[in-house]
């Protein structure tokens, strides 16, 4: 490459393509040197992990070259949106790390976008047609077909000016006329055969109330939005490709004729983040939500952010699923199981393991003192000193994982199996003696017997044996309740055929273990503390974990399973 030192060629390569355009865009001057971005939800329902692929996109590259990134709430909807999902999407924003500079909402602007419409209908460029919604579809033609002029298309301007004035009073029913901008019925792309920009909806919007009824569609409100403001860079997923000749279109008869040199927003689209065993659309999430398919938006089975965050994935960890995948101008389905690997990875290195058994049967070393207990210490964290250790207790009848116990075992299990030897983590090796079962068969005790000289850390207690099993005290651990999650969805992608989303539920998504045991040290834990049960997962205690009632979610077990349970 000529003329790039070799930083620079590095630097190039690591760039994504939006990157690229904006790091041009800033050298050659464009719009004084500024750089501005807004993240633009519809509240209209939670945000999910396709929103953060999205919010990662909008306010980290602001933060990366030096602009700024707003929240703007495009709020033009009053049928579907609430304050409800306003609050829940700047706390989503907030969690995953990012700070806006100012919010700003699509609905200040319903006076500015009123005024633009009515110029429009004095220049001839929009008329108020009142005619179906099916008869309009039906004369749009398809894209190889042009589309059929409306009867109500060349009307007189007073005439618009007047019903366009009464879409708005409440003197006109909705759904019984909307406004048009008049542009080309015959073009080959289908927005701009007389896109409708404005329609009646007679319900009160959470911020403007009952001062308007007339309403802008999305297409006559996002790029003035973004032109109000000021935005550089209004980056959005692909679907809106087809969508950018329409808004610059509006923006070059927004601008009256002013030459804006290079100072116009400029609209980018990148691929949706699509995730397998789940579904993105905020509609579905919805339906799930409201047939009570999942306990609420934060279910943490969903795919939402609250969902994801209640289940205990951190921000972090998001962020790195995130840059994992990129950014492209190809759609694709993305594999759960990365956005699980990223948050092993993560957790790995922040989660403070504690012991828990999900499937108890009790272990009776019958040579140890009766009575007797020890405080043992326990390191937090191995992958981080500074998170130091904690103690706990041992003692003479202990809780294990009834899988770690096999009376005729095969070859090479080196749990407890009579006759063989384990390490009980940091305490002592015990040799397994035999167990007791019920008139079933159930083992209900297994026994064993401990080495006194070989406690962990011990000189001369480095003696190997080949199992490591992780236990409590059955004196000094506490019931809870565990939470595992599988995939919401059966199927990879439940979006690709016609059958019904709802039927493609995976009917094993959650598991209740209600008979399990941790530490104390692990009540002790808040919501959101990352726990790592040692051997079994990464776990975060539920929001309604009750000091007497102890929840833990499961937020990924140790090992991808599933990729090879379906092979
Ligand atoms: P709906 O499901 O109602 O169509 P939406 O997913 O388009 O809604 P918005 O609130 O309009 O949701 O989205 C806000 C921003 O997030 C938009 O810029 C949109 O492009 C982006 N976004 C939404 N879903 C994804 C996704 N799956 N991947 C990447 N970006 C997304
Ligand atoms: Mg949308």
Redesign the pocket.
Known sequence: MTGMTHDETEEKKSLNFVEEIVVNDLKAGKNDGRLQTR???????Y?????A???CM?FGIAEKYNGVCNLRL?DTNPIKEDTEYVEAIKKDIQWLGFKWENIYHASDYFQQLWDFAVRLIKEGKAYVDEQSSEQIALQKGTPTQPGTPSPFRDRPIEENLELFNKMNSGEAEEGSMVLRAKLDMGSPNMHFRDPIIYRIINKEHHRTGNKWKAYPMYDFAHGQSDYFEGVTHS???L??VPHRPLYDHFIDELKEGKDLNNHRPRQIE?????LTYTV????KLLALVKEGLVNGWDDPRMPTLCGLRRRGYSPESIRKFIDMIGYTKFDALNDVAMLEAAAREDLNARAIRVSAVLNPVRLVITNYPEGQVEELEAVNNPENEADGTHSIEFSRELWIEREDFMEVAPKKYFRLTPGNEVRLKNAYIVKCTGCKKDENGTVTEVYCEYDPNSKSGMPGSDRKVKGTLHWLSCAHCLPAEVRLYDRLFSVENPGADDRDFRELLNPSSLTVLENCYVEKFAAEKKPLDYLQFQRIGYFTMDKDSRPDHLIYNRTVSLKDTWSKKSK
């Open positions: 993240f633009p939800p519809e509240p209209n329902g945000l999910h992990i396709g929103h692929k999205a919010i909008d495009d980056i959005c997923t679907e809106f990148f691929n949706r983040l699509n993105m659309s905020k509609r």
